[in-house]
């Protein structure tokens, strides 16, 4: 049962930090990304969303209070779980914006693959103004307080976690 940290990074200009709105375990944000199947290798075609937030009941003879997702692998049809581990994020600075911890995730049969950036972000300037930012479209840019402000060149990816 593998355990696997997102980890992102990106350019930010006149930005001092970036994270999660609620901050780094925050409970509403949807982390999405697609599943692969640990035995076959089947990937899916959609992403998958989970959140801490929501808790779904375990199946089988294992008890997991904190499972998040649970699902069949269509390509061998064997069952996977996978369960967010609060604690470990840390916020994009401008002073360390490569490759910071965002949420460790719990595998069990399924792992994580292709996290998608979505909405849900909050920005700090430089000036010390909070900004809402949706990085959907995987850059952001604005004049704030008559200042360019960006976030480009994000990237995410899910390593191995041995801690």
């Known amino acids: 049962m593998p355990k696997l940290m997102l980890v992102v990074s990106a350019e930010l200009k006149n930005i001092v930090i ?11 944000i949807n982390y999405f990304f697609k599943l ?16 801490i937030s929501i808790k779904e009941k375990p199946t089988g003879n294992r008890r997991n209070d904190n499972l998040n997702l649970s699902r069949k692998c269509q390509g061998c049809e064997r069952h996977g779980e996978i369960s967010l581990i609060p604690g470990h ?11 910071v911890d965002l ?11 292709e996290y ?6 909050l920005a700090t300037t430089i000036s010390g103004r909070e900004i809402h930012v949706d990085l959907t479209m ?8 008559g ?17």
Do not use: R
Request: aromatic share 12%.
């Open 36 to 51: 692969k199947c640990e035995y076959c290798g089947w990937i899916s075609h959609n992403n998958a969303c989970v959140s």
């Open 116 to 121: 998608s950036f979505n909405g849900g972000w």
């Open 147 to 163: 200042v360019e402000v960006s976030i480009s060149k994000l990237k995410a990816k899910f390593v191995p976690y041995w801690g």
């Open 18 to 28: 970036l994270q999660p709105q609620d901050g780094s375990d925050d409970e509403t």
């Open 138 to 145: 995987g850059e952001y840019t604005d004049v704030i307080d």
């Open 89 to 99: 994020g840390t916020p994009l600075s401008q002073n360390h914006c490569t490759e």
């Open 103 to 113: 949420m460790l995730f719990h595998c069990d049969g399924l792992l994580p693959v």
